[in-house]
């Protein structure tokens, strides 16, 4: 193919076109093409005529001819008495014998005739009133749905691939989207949003063979209910936030993301991290006057957060920092007042005191500064909605859930993962990293090369197989000194996991239940080591997904700000863990399926989140009521999480202008419009066509579905399986092409009808002491005089602790064994203690009150020694 410009003649590149034809492809144009139709007749008009002149007269000779035989001057009557069969025949009609100007003349008249018949025929047609000038969409047909989109089985069937999300049904087969796009779902209240698209979602994406991990929003607590038995069936890790019962569940603790990049010394990411959680806590859109309350307790919260982290951090208490402990410090130091001299006239304020006695440039002394500049009476309502936010973290309950994290979140995308800390003097080198096989030739699995960052600290992800005796090599080698080189060699050991009575868990998967389940710590003995000091790793792995339910109940909003703050800081922790990964992108995709996401508080930057998530391999499927509801939440950023949705599936909806902009989008037709000018004693009736526009679908069509129908507008779908461009017509799921709800087929998969209060839900701080974890905050008090009226006052309200049992104890003590919280102790005082809490879990065998004592010596971890020194404390007050 060759394209002409000017002078020069290029020949265009084969990527630059295709050599097939797209429908749709070309723009609405009038045809000028030749009317077959018009022609045929017309050719007739002036064929018809000349055929018959010619057969008359043809006929007429023949017959005269023959009558010459017998009659000398035949006359009209011997024509007529003539024997008509001998001389009649077609080919009189084709046989010339009039002159030629007669042929000529009536050639002529002949012509003139057809073409006032091919005019008038073609000025008729429909085709040239109506050619798609005011709209061509049309809806999708079923054969282009099955050109275009992945088929897999409607049920049970491993597929290959991924997951994603239903767009049709034909014939017992869905047809998925698999792309990397993001979905808004809109259905009213009781019009199957859940049993259409949300339950046969987590089915497929379950099913498939690259199986994807999910956040799955679930106000009832439903999908939980019906889904975990299957799921876990399927191999997947569920896990449950809890926020309709804390106390069942994963802990989860929103300050963790501010407590690692703070001890990876990013004191700035730590702030903004602080920020996204509190944003959810005191964003309101409608705030309208009061916006600056809200604006300036966000930033009094974060700066509260901030300087505990430092503070714990700074006395080796990082278990210390929660949110509970930030409500605690705004209403401890808050609320005190103390003069310095008993004279002096104004008051002042222990947390004001506190910040200002910070070191300029403090990033926590930023963050507070709106309040110390404020006036008293504005400083009083700052901290009173400042305490307002943070009443769901006053509840002991959700105290204990947001005390501490069972949930590392990076195994949502990334479950292997490698954390090293090196010297410093590495800091901006790159080191090599490789898995081998512990075998004679050490055949390698995988290698990378890692640029060590701040502290020597080192994150890497990697997705190969690994198994136990494997072996971890971490090597360096200066590029200028070839003698500077130093390595450090692990071998791989994959540790059982054990209930609380010591006995082996095995595995739910299907056809694996004879398998052990394995700890996602693994441990790492280490077989060689040159480098300068004695790195610190932690390498975790799992080859399941995850699947996490957030249970929020839909009658109590009052703590659902905890919903959007763990799916934002997902997002966060994943998106930051992309920036250290080959490709940029979670190596498990990520499915956020949030129903009833329009009832959801604001998540912070949606819209900004939604605009890069797809490229990461995190997609969000937002399932919605009507446009309205993110409408009145998001305000200005609505229309840019509207439009970045690639896909919008539409089940029902009572919202007239939801239902008129998915009308309008859905597109326009252009049909033949008719109007005729009748009177009934004129003949002369006339007809007149126009081209009129129409939309493919009505608004009331639309208001009007029957079960089952759904349209969808996939405006990015723009190939097919085969990566052939298509355009992307809407899809009108109707008749042979409803969508079946999941009771009718995956009923025995996904039960709804299973009670949420007949599953155990295992938690991890069910037995938690919060007075454990309590701070003092004598410490934050500088001026003496405050402290001694602030002593008086802990000692006038002492602190009453809970009284615990020897199994909370116990239950607490395993808990943290589970959580490697004693790494760092000998390998006999590790043993010591697991023996001494298996005896007592398997046998009710009561520790004894000097090996308590020689472990609370020994225990390098302050959580187990506190607990200790509690299980201590209760035996010898027996």
């Known amino acids: 193919m060759r ?27 009038e045809k000028n093409t030749i009317n077959k139709k018009a022609l045929a007749i017309s050719s007739a008009a002036v064929l018809f005529p000349l055929s018959v002149l010619n057969f008359i007269a043809g006929t007429y000779k023949s017959i005269i001819n023959d009558l010459s035989k017998t009659v000398e001057k035949p006359t009209i009557f011997d024509v007529f008495g003539a024997d008509w069969e001998k001389s009649v025949s077609i080919k009189n009609a084709f046989l010339p014998v009039l002159p030629t100007n007669v042929y000529l003349v009536s050639l002529l008249a002949s012509t003139l005739v057809g073409f006032l018949v091919y005019s008038k025929i073609n000025y008729r047609s429909d085709e040239n009133v109506a050619y798609g000038q005011k709209g061509d969409s049309r809806f999708t047909t079923i054969e ?69 991990s999910m ?46 990049a703070w001890v990876n010394g990013d004191d700035q990411e730590a702030a903004k991290r602080a920020n996204t959680l509190t944003f959810s806590l005191y964003n309101d859109p409608n705030a309208g006057d009061n916006a600056f309350f809200n604006t300036s307790a966000q930033n009094a919260i974060n700066g509260i957060i901030l300087a505990i982290v430092d503070y714990c951090v700074k006395n080796d208490c990082i278990e210390k920092v929660t949110m509970h402990n930030v409500s605690q410090m705004l209403n401890e130091l808050g609320t005190f007042y103390y003069k310095e001299n008993p004279d002096d006239f104004i008051e002042k304020n222990a947390l004001d005191e506190y910040f200002k006695s910070l070191p300029q440039g403090n990033v926590a002394k930023m963050q507070y500064g709106s309040t110390s500049f404020a006036g008293e009476k504005a400083k009083g309502s700052i901290l009173a909605t400042a305490n307002q936010g943070l009443q769901t973290f006053a509840d002991k309950m959700f105290a204990k859930m947001t005390s501490k994290s069972s949930l590392d979140l990076k195994q949502v995308g990334f479950p292997k993962n490698l954390f090293f800390q090196l010297d410093e ?21 995988g290698s990378y090369k890692i ?14 197989t690994l198994e136990d005796g494997d072996l971890l090599l ?29 006995r082996v868990v095995y595995q739910k998967k299907e056809g694996f239940e004879d398998k052990p389940e394995y700890k996602r710590q693994v441990i790492l003995n280490m077989m060689a080591n040159t480098f300068p000091l004695k790195p610190k790793t932690k390498l975790s792995y799992s080859d399941k997904p995850t699947a996490v339910f957030m249970i929020v109940p839909d009658y109590d909003k009052s703590n659902h700000a905890l919903a959007s703050i763990f799916v934002k800081q997902l997002y966060t922790e994943l998106s930051m863990n992309c920036n250290d990964t080959k490709g940029k992108k979670c190596y498990r995709r990520v499915h956020f399926l949030l129903d009833e996401f329009g009832n959801m508080p604001p998540i912070d930057d949606m819209g ?86 129409q939309r493919i679908i009505t608004p009331e069509r639309l208001s009007q579905f029957i079960e089952g129908e759904t349209l969808v507008l996939r405006a990015l779908h723009r190939q097919d399986i085969n990566r052939k461009k298509v355009r992307a017509y809407p899809i009108f799921n109707t008749k042979e092409t409803s969508m079946p709800y999941r009771w009718q087929f995956l009923g025995k998969d996904f039960d709804t009808s299973r009670d949420l209060n007949e599953i155990d839900i295992p938690s991890l701080h069910t037995g938690l002491d919060l007075t454990d974890l309590y701070l003092d905050f004598l410490d934050f008090i500088l001026n003496k005089t405050a402290k001694k009226e602030y ?88």
Request: glycine letters at 4%; a neutral charge; hydrophobic letters at 35%.
């Open 3 to 29: 394209v002409g410009i000017g002078k020069l003649s290029l020949k265009k590149k084969k990527y630059l076109h295709h050599n097939y034809k797209i429908d749709g492809e070309d723009l609405p144009n």
């Open 425 to 445: 003097r590495f800091l901006n080198k790159r080191v090599t990293v490789s898995f081998h096989k512990n075998d004679e030739k050490k055949t390698e699995i």
């Open 608 to 693: 900004g989140v939604l605009t890069v998530c797809a490229g990461r391999n995190m997609l969000f499927n937002l399932v919605l009521q009507s446009y309205s509801q993110i409408e009145k939440l998001y305000d200005k950023e609505a229309t840019e999480i509207k439009d970045n949705c690639q896909n919008h599936i539409y089940i029902m909806s009572t919202n007239k202008d939801t239902i008129e902009e998915i009308s309008l989008r859905a597109g326009h037709k252009t049909p033949i419009g008719k109007s005729s000018n009748e009177s009934h004693m004129e003949a002369d009736n006339k007809l007149t066509k126009n081209a009129d526009q």
């Open 791 to 878: 002593m008086k006052k802990q000692q006038a309200n002492p602190v009453v602790k809970e009284q615990l049992t020897i199994d909370d104890v116990v239950k607490s003590l395993i808990g943290l064994v589970k959580e490697k919280r004693n790494l760092n102790d000998t390998e006999d005082i590790r043993k010591r203690l697991i023996q001494m809490l298996l005896n007592y879990a398997k046998d009710n065998i009561v520790p004894k009150t000097e090996e308590i004592a020689f472990l609370i010596e020994h225990s390098s971890d302050h959580a187990i020694t506190s607990y200790l020194e509690e299980l201590l404390k209760i035996l010898t007050e027996q």
């Open 474 to 502: 971490i090597r360096y080698q200066d590029e200028e000194d070839p003698n500077k080189k130093y390595r450090l060699l692990y071998r791989l050991k994959f540790e059982k996991l054990l209930d609380e009575k010591g």
């Open 215 to 260: 956040v799955i929003n679930d106000p009832k607590g439903e999908l939980y209910s019906a889904s975990k038995e299957t799921l876990e069936k399927r191999g997947y890790d569920v896990q449950v936030l809890n926020i309709l019962d804390p106390l069942q569940g994963m802990s989860y603790n929103p300050l963790q993301l501010v407590i690692d």
């Open 451 to 464: 640029k060590v960052k701040a502290l020597g600290m080192c994150n890497m992800n990697f997705d190969e």
């Open 144 to 212: 282009e749905i099955i050109e275009q989109y992945r088929e897999i089985p409607e049920k049970t069937e491993v597929f290959e691939g991924y997951g994603g999300v239903p767009v049709s049904h034909y014939k017992d087969k869905y047809y998925i989207d698999t792309d990397t796009v993001n979905t808004a779902i809109l259905g009213v209240s009781r019009s199957g949003k859940g049993e259409m698209i949300v339950v046969v979602m987590i089915d497929n994406l379950s099913r498939a063979k690259n199986q994807s």
